[in-house]
């Protein structure tokens, strides 16, 4: 029997090119927040969320970050198309992490509201109500994760399809993760940080492996 991932053209150089992009997006986009987070007066992983980074005099560091990983993601959307062309999920995974990526495109020029004492003189409470390019970001970031949940389930049932079941099963199980982390933001911002990152993670992983 055929296998189905193999009849993608996987090979292309153009389309590994994209995928490469894609897959770089979240380690970039992890390295460069946590780099931060480490330096900036008033940061607190355990209070902030990578988003507030963009906020106060280097905060265009930050913005640039959204955007890189915007266009990176965008790139990779494309090469997810190609590679899984007349392939299960190929139709609506690429969307879906085209999806994600314009989350961050939209984050990158709706900034996160400042609270929780960043940045330096903000207040140390979190805020009770959102400013308009709060809520835009927040509801922007709120899509782009739902769809890249979406992504990884569609994925598993091209991997399943392609005989790939340790990568079925977890593309399956990580909504889950990336869900229980935003859950868990409540208890501590630190949760909400781990959940993105794992969603970011999996799918550089994906994007990878389809380069293969």
Not at 29 to 52: H, K, M, P, W, Y
Not at 195 to 203: D, M, P, S, T
Request: glycine fraction near 14%.
């Amino acid at each position: 029997m055929t296998n189905t991932l193999a009849a993608a053209p996987l090979a292309a150089p153009a389309t590994r090119t994209l995928l490469l992009a894609g897959a770089a997006a979240g380690p970039l986009f992890l390295a460069v927040g946590i780099a931060q987070g480490l330096t900036r007066e008033g940061f607190d992983f355990s209070r902030n969320a990578i988003s507030q980074l963009a906020l106060g005099d280097a905060g265009w560091i930050q913005t640039a970050n959204f955007l890189l990983a915007g266009v990176l993601l965008t790139a990779g959307a494309v090469g997810f198309r190609q590679a899984l062309r007349n392939t299960p999920g190929g139709t609506w995974a690429p969307r879906l992490v085209a999806v994600f990526g314009a989350s961050f495109l939209l984050s990158a020029a709706f900034e996160a509201d400042p609270g929780a004492g960043f940045p330096v003189g903000a207040p140390e409470g979190r805020v009770t109500g959102l400013s308009a390019h709060g809520t835009v970001h927040m509801i922007g970031g709120s899509v782009g994760y739902l769809a890249l949940c979406a992504a990884f389930l569609v994925l598993a049932r091209h991997f399943a399809a392609a005989g790939r079941r340790g990568w079925a099963l977890a593309s399956r199980l990580m909504p889950v993760g990336v869900l229980a982390g935003f859950a868990g933001s409540g208890v501590t911002v630190s949760a909400f940080t781990a959940g993105a990152a794992l969603g970011l993670g999996w799918l550089s992983a994906t994007a990878a492996r389809l380069t293969a």
